[in-house]
């Protein structure tokens, strides 16, 4: 005959080193109490949120304080960054450098995404991203190279170089770089 | 409420009892897709009853025919199970209401159910993505908390994610 010994619970999982006073369900009982988006623990909203297309996090910063809170604290863990690159990997972004009647340099990215779990159906974005506020200060090279999604461009002539990071829309301009002004960066 | 599978005499049953009293008889096999099952089963043997305090009988029950279901779907045949199981998972996801969703993936995120966590998450963001900020907030009923002015800041910031 079957011994029916209960065991010990399993242990709690593990709390994340953020803290966000969202509504929490306490641990009684908590399937009598309608569940919400806000009660899901930090583990379970780290992996929805690194599921997310930068722009859905920057927007989900504006649906309420603590979600807010949250992102702010997601997007500067390195942690997260890395588990979000990992997840982008499967919609990755072609760079298209163009010029249109004027001349002028045109920048995008074309992502083809499959939201919907199927191949019947692919979407495409094109976003634009503006570096003209650079390129009229600096005169700046091509296109150098590119590492888990931060380009690199050197700045002709001058000992700058320019981070990019196109998914954030944010740049870091790097004076005295070890590289020399004459050096281009090639595509490694 | 109680489930029971068709046993054969090869297949060694787990005794599983949620917190409401509930139990469950399961194939080792198919309970074994849970981490922490299985992490149970290595330990202490498969003898006695497997109590699991967090997780209810509706939803511990959920989970099981889940895997349940990724389990009969791998043995069947070689060819297309990948197809079988993800036409199996839409289905699956497509009707259930945010109150069981979320409990769901409590338990399935308490129970180690990684591949089922995924497609639970998965399910959520696709709730976020492509929409706007209205529409975040009308999907998972929130209103906003935030004072007026701190709204306006934070899109300005970032104002191409908002075009």
Known sequence: MRAHRSRSPLSAPPTLPWNHPRQRLSQKKYWLV??????????????????????????????????CRLIDTLIHDRTFVTKHLNSSIDRPSLYIRSYDVSRRVRNSF??????????????????????SPFRQQYHMSFLGSHCNGIMCISVLRQNIVLLCNPALREFKLITGSCLGPRRRIDQT | MSSSSTTTTTTRLLMLKASDGVTFEVEEAVATKLGAINNMVEEEGSEDLICLPNVNGKFLGMVLEWCKKHANNNTNSDKGNDEVNKWWDKEFVMDLDQNTLYHL???????????LVDLLTEKVASMIRGKKVEEIRETFKIKSDFLPGQEEEIRKKNSWAFE
């Open chain 1, 34 to 67: 309608a569940a919400t988006i806000n009660s899901l623990p930090d583990q379970l909203w780290v992996e929805i949120m690194s599921r997310l297309p930068v722009k859905s996090l920057l927007r989900c910063k504006c649906v309420q304080k603590p979600w």
């Open chain 1, 110 to 131: 074309v992502t083809i995404c499959n939201e919907n779990g199927d191949n019947a159906h692919l979407d495409t974005v094109i976003e634009d991203f503006d570096l």
């Open chain 2, 105 to 115: 993936l409590m338990a399935a995120d308490y129970l180690s159910g990684t591949e």
